[in-house]
């Protein structure tokens, strides 16, 4: 089942990030204009009004825009940071932010491209140290102090874009994990996924010695609903068929699309006269429907239902092949109709 759940888009995530490091460029300002360093303080409000821009940058979907002026803003403040107070600041792993992002959010080739330009940068700012002093040098104690407030921010940037990766990634892997097990329609099991299922509810039934019960539904005419009303009509009563199915069964059942028009539901525990009743409440709620305010049609639907308990020693194919029997004895019987096959 999919979740309800509302993840954040990049963009949003980016506006967060913009609000974030707009904080820690604040933060600098407090330090610097403690440590009597003016240009270096207002070098930060400068910083601030670009991160909103970039803010609003992505507010507005110019994506680019936003990067090129985080980009800008986080290159040219680590270096003027390093080239002003040394290497021993800690500015220079400010630089280091843009490697993740760089590895996941493009491209192979922009991404190394990206990384070789980052370690020109990188290196640069590094053999120019070791040739020039620092143009403001500030206290050991004071250099002390910067370096431990970069060093903290950049552990907590990293750790941060850790935890948002290691989440876009069990994100993705629980969104194949469900692709790949349900039906893109109707969002029920596939027929894989369902056969893997109900073979787990089989072996369980059998320890157990407990009943278990197959119901096959067929939506009646069909093919007559798509050649007359269209696909999309017929999609939208199989996503509705779906969705009385959900309602009507228990959060035990297991319920799956089994190819075309036909719905299999294993019913654990439940014996074949409890599971023609089931089968009998399913008919009934199907008609009941408004399918006429579902599709914009005027349908009328019908299902015939086919219902067989699983034997003992008896395989799932087997069991289900009852099951169709049933269902086409339904068929032949005038449709719309609930059938019980005996073993």
């Given at each position: ?6 993840r954040p888009q990049f963009w949003q995530v980016a506006m967060r990030g913009c609000v974030l490091a707009a904080a820690i460029d604040v933060g600098l300002f407090i330090i ?112 002390k102090s910067v370096f431990l407030f970069n060093l903290t921010v950049v552990f907590g940037l990293f750790a941060y874009l850790s935890f948002f990766y290691l989440g876009l ?175």
């Open positions: 089942m999919q979740s309800n759940q509302r610097f204009y403690l440590l009597d360093s003016p240009l270096l303080a207002w070098i930060n409000v400068v910083s601030v009004a670009m991160y909103i821009g970039a803010y609003y940058a992505f507010k507005y979907r110019r994506n680019k825009l936003a990067a090129a002026l985080f980009w800008i803003e986080v290159t040219v403040h680590a270096a003027v940071g390093i080239v002003a107070l040394g290497w021993d600041s800690g500015f220079h792993y400010y630089l280091l932010i843009f490697i993740p992002a760089l590895c996941v959010t493009t491209s192979r080739v922009k991404a190394v491209a990206g990384l070789s330009l980052l370690w020109g940068c990188y290196v640069a700012l590094l053999v120019l140290m070791w040739f020039i002093e620092p143009l403001q040098p500030i206290s050991p104690t004071a250099l990634v069990a994100r993705t892997q629980e969104r194949l994990r469900r692709f790949a097990a349900t039906d893109p329609l109707t969002g029920l099991l596939n027929r894989r996924h369902m056969t893997e299922q109900v073979e787990k509810a089989v072996s369980l039934a059998e320890r157990r010695r407990c009943p278990l019960s197959f119901l096959l539904l067929d939506v009646d005419r069909f093919k007559a609903i798509n050649d007359t009303y269209g696909h999309e009509v017929g999609d939208q009563v199989l996503r509705g068929v779906a969705g009385v199915l959900r309602q009507q069964l228990r959060k035990q059942d297991l319920i799956a699309r089994w190819g075309g028009e036909e719905f299999l539901v294993a019913l654990p525990d439940t014996g074949s006269d409890s599971a023609a009743v089931s089968g009998e409440r399913l008919r009934r709620a199907i008609m009941a429907t408004d399918w006429q305010a579902l599709t914009g049609q005027p349908i009328q639907l019908t299902v015939s239902v086919g219902v067989s308990q699983l034997q003992p020693g008896e395989s799932l194919s087997a069991g289900v092949r009852r099951s169709d029997a049933a269902m086409y004895r339904g068929k032949a019987q005038g449709r719309n109709a609930v059938v019980t096959v005996q073993a």
